[in-house]
Structure formats: C-alpha cells, structure tokens
C-alpha cells in the first residue's frame, strides 16, 4: 500500500511551511505566531490560500504577515561522474 503523501509528491506536491503573523484579538499591538506545515502545489500554493481563506472568516486574530517556505522532497538525483578509483583499506 503507497503512502499517501507519497503518492502526492508523485504529482507535484511539495513540502510547504507557512509561519503565519496574526494580531492577538485582545491586545492588537501584540504578535503571535502559528506555524502550518501540509503538502501543497507550488506556485499557486491553494491548499494554503483556503486555510488562510478559513482563518479570515472564521478567527479573531487579523493576519499580519504570512512567510512561505516549501521544498520538493522527491526531484532528480543529482550525478556527477568522477574520473578515478579511490581504494581505502
């Protein structure tokens, strides 16, 4: 059985880590963070557009700044060709 993140990678999905700054509801002038972490479509990212989405109509805190990072986990190995032997004993 193929795991399920697995098979997502296989389509194009990439690893993408959002640190999302939000004002606290009571005290405005403080920032907290949240961190949210899912397999999602680069560039468009629309799995964390709709959390975002989600967060603006359903939560208190107002969002203040919003920093992507992603990575593909499953790409082309890289090979580089060497010319020699190296024999450790």
């Known amino acids: 059985m193929i795991d399920r993140d697995f ?3 296989l ?3 990439s690893l993408t880590t959002a640190e ?3 004002r606290m509801p009571d005290h405005p002038s403080l920032i907290q963070s949240f961190i949210w972490q899912e397999y999602d479509m680069h560039p468009r990212f629309p799995r964390l557009l709709k959390f ?3 967060w603006s109509r359903n939560l ?3 969002l203040y700044q919003v920093r992507v990072a992603h990575r ?3 790409r082309p190995a890289e ?3 060497v010319d020699g032997e ?3 004993n």
Do not use: C, N, S, T
């Open 7 to 9: 098979r997502k990678q």
């Open 86 to 88: 190296f024999r450790l």
């Open 52 to 54: 975002l989405e989600f």
């Open 60 to 62: 208190d805190g107002a």
């Open 11 to 13: 389509k194009g999905y």
């Open 20 to 22: 999302i700054l939000y």
């Open 79 to 81: 090979l580089r060709l």
């Open 72 to 74: 593909k986990l499953i």
